[in-house]
């Protein structure tokens, strides 16, 4: 069965540190990947999508940034954290472009940056 | 611009009662929806899916409408429990190939014993 880690579960940055989350999907291949950033109280933003090895679309500017150096690998960073990237992280996969496939999500990252 | 809007945004109920939960959507071409429930601290976890055919569907005590003229869905959660209390999210998909579906603000449901 399809299986999606994230980690660290938690993490408290000071602003200006750098940062890097990831995410991995196990039981499946060439998954449409997804970054999702949610604010307290507030629904889910789209930051990152990826179709394959190496293809990032960008939703939003911002001060982050996303890679995917394997297939089933995909990395949240940031050279220099703001306040502003407080929230919770959540990372998602679904098979393949068709949109009636639900995307599966993971617990997410909760970060709080000082 | 596809969209998706939530009522109400949040909902206190008592265990046993039932309730409830919108979605109003403007996302073409139509696809699919979807409702996800989150539990506070995980992520969202797909409850049903409904296309353009059909009207309703369930899943345990959740059941799903669509109407797809008006463009408006409803959960109806039956019987509710302690463990339903969390966020409840519609997501519509657009068709033609995207990869990016549209997500409301979600409905948060607290259910009291």
């Known amino acids: 069965s399809q299986t999606i880690h994230q980690w660290p579960a938690t993490l408290v940055q000071p602003v200006g540190s750098p940062l890097s989350l990831e995410c991995t999907v196990e039981?499946?291949?060439?998954?449409?990947l997804y970054w999702y950033r949610q604010a307290a109280g507030r629904g889910l933003q789209l930051l990152f999508y990826s179709v394959g090895i190496g293809q990032i679309s960008s939703e939003v500017p911002q001060n982050l940034s996303a890679s995917r150096p394997q297939d089933r690998q995909f990395i949240l960073s940031s050279k220099k954290l703001l306040l502003s990237d407080s929230g919770f992280y959540l990372c998602?996969?679904?098979?393949?472009?068709?949109?009636?496939?639900?995307?599966?999500f993971g617990d997410g990252t909760r970060l709080s940056i000082l | 611009k596809n969209q998706v809007e939530q009522s109400p945004q949040s909902l206190i109920i008592l265990e046993g009662k039932n309730c409830t939960l919108q979605?109003?959507?403007?996302?073409?071409?139509?696809?699919?929806l979807r409702w996800y429930k989150q539990d506070t601290g995980r992520g969202p976890v797909s409850l049903t899916i409904?296309?353009?055919?059909?009207n309703t569907k369930s899943n345990g005590r959740y059941t799903a409408t669509l109407d797809a003229d008006t463009k408006q869905s409803s959960l109806h959660i039956t019987a509710s429990q302690l463990s339903d209390s969390a966020s409840y999210i519609c997501?519509?998909?657009?068709?033609?190939?995207?990869?990016?579906?549209?997500f409301g603000r979600g409905t948060s449901l607290i259910v009291h014993p």
């Open positions: 979605c109003n959507y403007t996302v073409s071409p139509f696809s699919n």
């Open positions: 409904m296309t353009f055919s059909e």
């Open positions: 039981g499946t291949s060439n998954p449409n």
């Open positions: 998602a996969w679904r098979a393949g472009r068709y949109s009636n496939q639900p995307q599966h």
């Open positions: 997501v519509v998909s657009a068709g033609g190939g995207s990869y990016i579906p549209t």
